[in-house]
T-cell receptor, first 117, second 114 residues
Framework: AQTVTQSQPEMSVQEAETVTLSCTYD???????LFWYKQPPSRQMILVIR????KQQNATENRFSVNFQKAAKSFSLKISDSQLGDAAMYFC??????????????WGLGTSLGVNP | DADVTQTPRNRITKTGKRIMLECSQT?????MYWYRQDPGLGLRLIYY???????NKGEISDGYSVSRQAQAKFSLSLESAIPNQTALYFC?????????????FGPGTRLTVT
């Protein structure tokens, strides 16, 4: 069965610095998608970035970028120039294209990121 | 206006009461989901629906039931609420058409069962 592991329950970063959140996953599938979601104190779940497994190029969205290592099954999120508004819980999620898995999202347990002024 | 709405946003109820959480979406998506979130346990899938006639149990469906009244509406019911159902509940949607199938979430309902 597919699993997603976020090994860092809590992290902190100084404002304006860079931080990397780790995520590893386990799957036997070759075609899949990976996502990072952000949950700020408002509790709204917000999609930050997604990566298609067939793409070698790492996805980037403004200050957010990923380091996707398919062979290592690693999908880390880098936040550059951290801002106070980046303080949130971050969830990594996986979805494959196997209809037998009903294309459900598999979630990690989250990493709580604090940003220090 | 929000694409995925949930009502109520907060609810306190007593043990044994029946309660319904409602979700509506204007995204035109076929798939809808109900999750619960507990501290340290992440998001767990309760039920999901691919269309009005297709409803499936998730990993923690015991004690819950759902109704897909229309493509845009998906309700979650707790027939007899118990304290360990105190949690944050999310509704989400995704598109059935080809693509990454990312899910779009409502704002959540904070449910407390006393």
């Amino acid at each position: 069965a597919q699993t997603v592991t976020q090994s860092q329950p809590e992290m902190s970063v100084q404002e304006a610095e860079t931080v990397t959140l780790s995520c590893t996953y386990d799957t036997s599938e070759s075609d899949y998608y990976l996502f990072w979601y952000k949950q700020p104190p408002s509790r709204q779940m917000i999609l930050v970035i997604r990566q298609e497994a067939y793409k070698q190029q790492n996805a980037t969205e403004n200050r957010f970028s990923v380091n996707f290592q398919k062979a290592a099954k690693s999908f880390s999120l880098k936040i550059s120039d951290s801002q106070l508004g980046d303080a949130a819980m971050y969830f990594c999620a996986y979805r494959d294209l196997n209809a037998g898995n009903n294309r459900k999202l598999i979630w990690g347990l989250g990493t709580s990121l604090g940003v220090n002024p | 206006d929000a694409d995925v709405t949930q009502t109520p946003r907060n609810r306190i109820t007593k043990t044994g009461k029946r309660i319904m959480l409602e979700c509506s979406q204007t995204k035109g998506h076929d798939r809808m989901y109900w999750y619960r979130q507990d501290p340290g346990l992440g998001l767990r899938l309760i039920y999901y629906s691919f269309d009005v006639k297709d409803i499936n149990k998730g990993e923690i469906s015991d004690g819950y039931s759902v109704s897909r009244q229309a493509q845009a509406k998906f309700s979650l019911s707790l027939e007899s609420a118990i304290p360990n159902q105190t949690a944050l509940y999310f509704c989400a949607t995704s598109d059935l058409a080809g693509g990454p199938y990312e899910q779009y979430f409502g704002p959540g309902t904070r449910l407390t069962v006393t």
